[in-house]
């Protein structure tokens, strides 16, 4: 074997450990991020007041709330979603009252929010919730995900906030944040592996924790 085949022979290994190890290292880095970090801070300056996060109320209603809360939040800011929020649940205090309603008694409580096209999927929803599941969400993602406006984030938005469930609700900002933690750039994709390694992280540190304690801050991390 001449030298020149003995170097190329070589360094193809070499490329392949060294890209194997880099790999290594990033799995490893998405597995030891500093969870209690984020709910420090949510705990220090995060948006206690907001209507939807007043958790000490009776099941039904908190995942009402927090049902309302996360169709009318898509693709829009806390501060407009607010009074609406406040309407439909002076109008309609409890799912069953918004299924008794029509279209055209509730669309005045939702206009203004645009995309109305979720204002029909959320009265469908509530109908469903309340005739098939005794006016409780769904415990099973799959199911949840069948009702209608309900997708990934919201579905595991519902589990984690009321369910307590160790989800991360993904979103553009969560994404953005976790981009720019381990990639350094909040504009680049996460791939769906990284995603899984991350989500993989986030429930081994909550099975680490208190059971009593893990639903608080499930709602702290996602919220922070």
Not at 55 to 77: C, D, G, H, M
Not at 127 to 146: A, G, R
Not at 174 to 190: D, P, T, V, W
């Amino acid at each position: 074997m001449c030298f020149f085949q003995y170097f190329f022979d070589f360094w193809k290994k070499f490329v392949i450990w060294q890209n194997f190890y880099i790999i290594k290292c990033m799995n490893n880095l998405f597995w030891a991020f500093p969870w209690q970090e984020i709910i420090d801070w949510y705990e220090k300056s995060g948006r206690h007041d907001l209507p939807w996060r007043n958790y000490n109320q009776a099941e039904k209603s908190l995942v009402y709330q927090v049902w309302i809360s996360e169709i009318l939040l898509q693709q829009t800011q806390a501060e407009r979603v607010i009074p609406f929020f406040q309407k439909i649940l002076q109008k309609f205090p409890n799912i069953k009252a918004l299924a008794r309603a029509t279209y055209d008694e509730f669309f005045p409580y939702y206009q203004g929010m645009w995309y109305y096209s979720r204002a029909r999927n959320i009265l469908k929803t509530a109908q469903i919730v309340t005739q098939n599941f005794e006016e409780i969400f769904p415990t099973d993602k799959v199911e949840l995900k069948k009702l209608p406006g309900i997708g990934e984030y919201t579905s595991s938005a519902i589990l984690a906030f009321w369910y307590g469930k160790p989800f991360l609700a993904w979103d553009t900002n969560l994404e953005k944040f976790f981009a720019g933690y381990f990639l350094g750039n909040r504009q680049e994709k996460l791939t769906i592996e990284q995603k899984n390694d991350i989500n993989q992280s986030f429930e081994n540190f909550i099975k680490e924790l208190v059971p009593s304690y893990q639903k608080y801050l499930i709602r702290a991390t996602n919220n922070g």
